[in-house]
């Protein structure tokens, strides 16, 4: 089956590192990609990976290992805004289909 | 401006009634999505398609259905057969190959 995992609900400080991790058993893969969703909105992308190692994009990086099935996503020097649903979702192959994990809330505390 | 535009962003329907929500994109998309989410829950996919005139089922089609006749536009119906469809709807479409998919502001369906 499909399966993919995140935590339920985090909470940093608004200054911190804060790393969201996402695990995954899909039948083949074809890229992960991170979103995030504030509250009542529409996801937007962030990031994407297909080859393991890390990927770096301002105060956001996301890092992938294919054999271990997991990537996480790092949010460096919180800010409020932040505070978000972050998605995880496999594209599997062949098919083009996304499976979405449940996403994480993140909360940033003053 | 290019995007993607759901309408409309509240939609009531009454018991045994079918809703047609609205999704259009002039990014010139070959793919176009519709997804479900429910409060504290990811996306689940309802329905997809590929290219027009083609579409398939997603993990929840029961009590859905759709249609692709322009490159355009992906109008998802909600049937008097989902039982249960209060929830945030969610469109999005994406060029060929491994991009990113982009997502519509969303509708938002109550049952009256």
């Known amino acids: 089956g499909q399966n993919i995992d995140q935590p339920t609900e985090m909470t940093a400080t608004e200054g911190a590192i804060v790393q969201i991790n996402c695990t995954y058993q899909?039948?083949?893969?074809?890229?992960l990609f991170w979103y995030q969703q504030h509250a009542g909105e529409a996801p937007t992308f962030l990031s994407y990976?297909?080859?393991?190692g890390l990927e770096e994009k301002g105060r956001f990086s996301s890092f992938l290992s294919r054999s271990k099935g997991y990537s996480y996503l790092l949010l460096k020097e919180l800010q409020m805004k932040d505070s978000a649903s972050y998605l995880c979702?496999?594209?599997?192959?062949?098919?083009?289909?996304?499976?979405f994990g449940t996403g994480t809330r993140l909360k940033v505390l003053a | 401006d290019g995007g993607i535009t759901q309408s409309p962003k509240y939609l009531f329907r009454k018991e045994g009634q079918n809703v047609t929500l609205s999704c259009e994109q002039n990014l010139n998309h070959d793919a176009m999505y519709w997804y479900r989410q429910d409060p504290g829950q990811g996306l689940r996919l309802i329905y997809y398609?590929?290219?027009?005139?083609?579409?398939q089922k997603g993990d929840i089609a029961e009590g859905y259905s759709v249609s692709r006749e322009k490159k355009e536009s992906f109008p998802l119906t909600v049937t008097s057969a989902q039982k249960n469809p209060t929830a945030f709807y969610l469109c999005?479409?994406?060029?060929?190959?491994?991009?990113?998919?982009?997502f519509g502001p969303g509708t938002r369906l109550l049952v009256l």
């Open positions: 990976n297909v080859l393991d």
């Open positions: 398609s590929q290219i027009v005139n083609d579409f």
């Open positions: 999005a479409s994406r060029t060929g190959g491994m991009e990113t998919q982009y």
């Open positions: 979702a496999v594209v599997t192959s062949g098919t083009y289909k996304y499976i």
């Open positions: 899909t039948s083949g893969f074809n890229g």
